[in-house]
């Protein structure tokens, strides 16, 4: 009989494999400056257009791209959901979890506060940045950006965001959020390039509406 081991976490990579082919059918995700990731754990942080699912199709895309598990946070508690998307790779949006993740050299992918407009930056959680800042592991802003009707998704990994000034505590992870969100609209604002070289402009169906 065929064992089907899962890490940690509870993410199966079996199971990631048999969707990765569905996930590609919805999705047709180009990926820009992945080598801005370090070798280490790191912490992703992306924004988020509400429904979009922008965090899912990223993470998958810079798995593919890194050949590295990146894990997503923002799976809920309950059952049936949450215990489907812990097998491909989803935490908690607990600290402690995210915390533990980095400590084991992983790569975490946050996201932003939900918007209605494709191209505006949310409000990044400072509590689970702080756990970069705790962690000791760099923090990086990541655009996703999807046609509302096509399969066309674009995923820019921007360059490593630092605080100005060296704090400690609460302040700290404050600043760092505030400079992440800060870095994400910059990039959203140029079709994801900002400090990164971007080859090429976006598919042409990937023209988003502005919503009224």
């Known amino acids: 009989m065929a064992v089907y081991a899962v890490d940690d976490y509870g993410r199966d990579p079996h199971l990631v494999a048999a969707l990765s082919p569905l996930a590609r059918l919805r999705w047709n995700v180009s990926v ?39 894990r997503f946070v ?19 949006a607990h600290p402690a979890d995210v915390l533990s993740a980095l400590r084991d050299g992983d790569l975490v992918m946050v996201s932003a506060a939900g918007t209605a407009h494709a191209r ?8 689970l940045v702080g756990q970069a800042v ?11 950006i999807n046609s509302r009707f096509g399969r066309a998704a674009h995923v ?16 700290a992870h404050v600043e760092l959020a505030e400079r992440v969100q800060h870095q994400l609209q910059r990039m959203l604002d140029n079709d994801g390039a900002v400090d990164v ?15 009224v």
Do not use: W
């Not at 505006?120 to 509590?127: L, R, T, W």
């Not at 820019?156 to 302040?171: E, I």
């Not at 070289?197 to 919503?211: I, K, P, R, Y």
């Open 32 to 70: 820009t400056g992945a080598g801005n990731i370090p070798g280490t754990a790191a912490l992703l942080v992306c924004n988020s257009r509400r429904f979009s699912l922008g965090a899912v199709y990223a993470a998958l895309a810079l798995s593919d791209t890194t050949g590295r598990t990146v």
């Open 197 to 211: 070289d971007v080859e090429g402009d976006v598919e042409d169906d990937l023209a988003v509406e502005d919503d």
């Open 120 to 127: 505006q930056a949310g409000a990044v959680p400072h509590e």
């Open 156 to 171: 820019v990994v921007g360059p490593v965001v630092t605080a100005r000034r060296k704090r400690s505590g609460p302040l």
């Open 74 to 92: 923002g799976r809920p508690d309950t059952a049936p959901l949450g215990p489907l998307m812990r097998r491909v790779g989803a935490l908690l």
């Open 134 to 144: 705790i962690a000791q592991v760099p923090v990086l802003p990541v655009t996703t």
